[in-house]
């Protein structure tokens, strides 16, 4: 029944691992998109993708790399773990990617920690 | 300056009372504003809009003064279940690209019994 369901809930890795998070929207949304929010609690938009294409991709290091299967399936896998990557990772979806804002559907988050 | 800031409090108030808490804007171009509610560990949810006229829904009014660029809300009444942080959102337009929505880092409310 969830609606934007990711996997996993919590994370605890060392530093210099790679790890991946899942996310899925059983809404039949087009837009797809990963947060991130960092201990300040800011939310910053990283990666967006409509229908399986990038459409965003934000000033990220290119250590993160989302992948989209299909447009009910955004991934995001994390090679050479730093600590400055410990945050909240959130998924999110809307119908398309011009009405997000009056119409996201976040994911409970991912809680990383590196350490 | 932040293109978004708000207060991040925390406010602590008693139950029944009336609290409100404002968020500043920087860029006068910004037409869309919103507010979302984020439990504690928990995702961000969207709480109501922001009219130019102000809004109400129940207990909450949303009001917008782009004069000083800045939108508040107001909890009247309060209960327990509001204890939450509020998260300002702004945007250029309605119809805006992800990237160009920024999210405020948010002010904790608390209400105690």
């Known amino acids: 029944d969830t609606a934007v369901s990711q996997t996993p809930k919590y994370l605890v890795t060392q530093m210099g691992n790679d790890k991946s998070i899942k996310c899925e929207q059983n809404?039949?949304?087009?837009?797809m998109y990963w947060y991130k929010q960092d201990s300040k609690k800011f939310l910053k938009i990283m990666f967006s993708?409509?229908?399986?294409?990038?459409?965003i991709n934000e000033t990220v290091p290119n250590r993160f790399s989302p992948k989209s299967p299909d447009k009910a399936h955004l991934n995001l896998h994390i090679n050479s773990l730093e600590l400055g990557d410990s945050a909240v990772y959130f998924c999110?979806?809307?119908?398309?990617?011009?009405?997000?804002?009056?119409?996201?559907?976040f994911g409970s988050g991912t809680r990383l920690t590196v350490v | 300056r932040k293109e978004v800031e708000q207060d991040p409090g925390p406010f602590n108030v008693p139950e029944g009372a009336t609290v409100a808490f404002n968020c500043t804007y920087s860029?006068?171009?910004?037409?869309?504003f919103f507010w979302y509610r984020q439990d504690c560990r928990k995702e961000p949810k969207l709480l109501m809009s922001?009219?130019?006229s102000g809004n109400e829904d129940g207990r909450f009014t949303a009001q917008l003064n782009r004069a000083s660029q800045y939108i508040s809300l107001l909890i009247r009444d309060s209960k327990l279940s509001d204890s939450a942080t509020y998260l300002c959102?702004?945007?250029?337009?309605?119809?805006?690209?992800?990237?160009?929505?920024?999210f405020g880092s948010g002010t904790r409310l608390s209400i105690r019994p």
């Open positions: 959102v702004v945007t250029p337009g309605g119809y805006s690209s992800a990237s160009k929505i920024i």
């Open positions: 993708y409509n229908n399986k294409e990038l459409i």
């Open positions: 922001v009219y130019s």
């Open positions: 809404l039949g949304h087009d837009t």
């Open positions: 999110a979806s809307s119908q398309d990617t011009m009405r997000g804002i009056y119409g996201y559907t």
């Open positions: 860029n006068s171009a910004s037409q869309s």
